[in-house]
């Protein structure tokens, strides 16, 4: 009996041995058709034996680059990157006798995308949610041949995961459908501007909270959040705090990115929506820390109109604009950060559908932003004109702006302007617009039924289709202001 408890062991150490000893491997979002940032250290990561001496080579690099794994097997390499390029590369990892690799590996820009539904939703669309325009992006797919993407396979855990799972696929027509509609055409085109690669990893969750994107130590200072909802069965995935974070976030902040992309606000509508800027504050903050790479860009997208009471979820009318001002105050406190406005970017019957079709813009606005704030294209006016400050004179609301020096292009008819007198109701106002120097352009509003205005507001409905741009084209960001002395 002693003999066969003393084998029994010696296999058991065998197998414990020979599962260490071996088994190299890129973390699983590394791999075929990856793009690596440009210009910097790219990190490299995986697992193999413990202890073991990991070699690292790349097409482009003169010597190695070698490493040791720690005491769980985990290693990780710093890759010094050239200029982007849309040349095939090759990573290889070797220990001992064991060689992974990573092939048709392209240098270029690579930006961290998510959010709820409407940046996951993809560039095919789904029932009833169509995209406009993706037929013939689908169809010429294969002129973005610098463009990769990977999306973060839906995962949740209650701690943070070491890895998650994601395939890097090439921009073609059979691949191009299931892009992030926004990701795609914002890669697209800054592909194109830059005529650079372009990777997006697409990390997003439909119907999800911005505090499921959070980590455990900044969700412990919301009073509001119930850190054992993560684990209770009985709360669904898209409302549980820190999952997505742990279990998608992290183990990604891992891949060197240039920036980040957010799209969400939906879900959080009811839930803690007067919170939001802190919370989107703090989580950027976060995201930035685990990246590692100093304040990189953080450019936020607007939510799009849409009639939020639906009777059904307890989403509550009349919320969607404290969001977006909330989205706008966070745009301001966060460091090198911007805000896309989308507005103007909703059909009258599409009041009740949440994944409004116009997502091509979207993507493009954000590249215009990404050019002016990251690559150093000042001269690409990619700022919405957005409240400076008001004042009455004789009944009238005079309201300035910023970024709107060059005035604002025409339109048939101002809508969404209202004013309103000291406790009293708001009206619809007659907009008339004005352009001085070197003011830039200012709205005038006035309306008989307030004939002492003390509070002006813009585009503050949950569906309100704004119709005043800039003249660089983008639509002024809703807004609600009241003189200073009314304030108190």
Known sequence: MKKLILAALAVLSSIGTAAWAGNLKFASLLGDNMVLQQRTDARIWGTAGRGATVSVTATWLAQPVTVKADAQGRWEALLPTPAATFEPQTVVAESGAERVQAANV??????????????????????????????????????????????????????????????????????????????????????????????????????????????????????????????????????KPMIMYNAMFKPASRYTVAGILWFQGESNISIACYDYADRLTAM????????????????????????????????????????????????????????????????????????????????ERLCYMALNKAYGYTTVPALNPCFKEMRVEGGRVVVSFHNARAGFMGADEIRGFEIAGKGGAFHPAHAEVSFSFPEGATVTLSTPAVPEPVSVRYCYKDFEVGTLKGANGLPVIPFSATLPEQTN
């Open 106 to 239: 392209l240098i270029g820009e690579v930006w961290f995308c998510s959010g709820q539904s409407n940046m996951e939703m993809t560039l095919g669309g789904g029932f009833g949610t169509p995209v406009e325009g993706a037929l013939d992006e689908i169809a010429m797919a294969n002129q973005y041949k610098g463009v990769r993407y990977l999306a973060v396979r839906k995962d949740r855990a209650v701690t943070p995961k070491e890895d998650a799972a994601g395939v890097w696929v090439e921009c073609n027509p059979f691949t191009a459908p299931q892009f992030s509609a926004v990701g795609f055409f914002f890669a697209t085109r800054l592909s194109r501007a830059l005529d650079v690669p372009v990777g997006i990893i697409n990390a997003s969750w439909g119907g999800s909270v911005i505090e499921a994107w959070m980590s455990r130590e900044l969700l412990a200072g919301c009073p509001d959040v119930d850190l054992a909802d993560a684990s209770n069965p009985d709360v669904n995935d898209m409302y």
């Open 284 to 363: 950027a903050a976060q995201w930035r820390r685990d990246f590692g790479r100093g304040d990189i860009p953080f450019l936020i997208v607007e939510l799009q109109p849409y009639d939020y009471y639906d009777g059904q979820y307890g989403l509550q009318d009349g919320h969607g604009p404290i969001v977006r001002e909330q989205q706008f105050l966070a745009s301001q406190r966060i460091p090198n950060a911007g805000i896309v406005g989308t507005n103007d970017l909703a059909y009258e019957y599409e009041r009740t559908q949440v994944h409004a079709s116009q997502k091509r813009q979207i993507g």
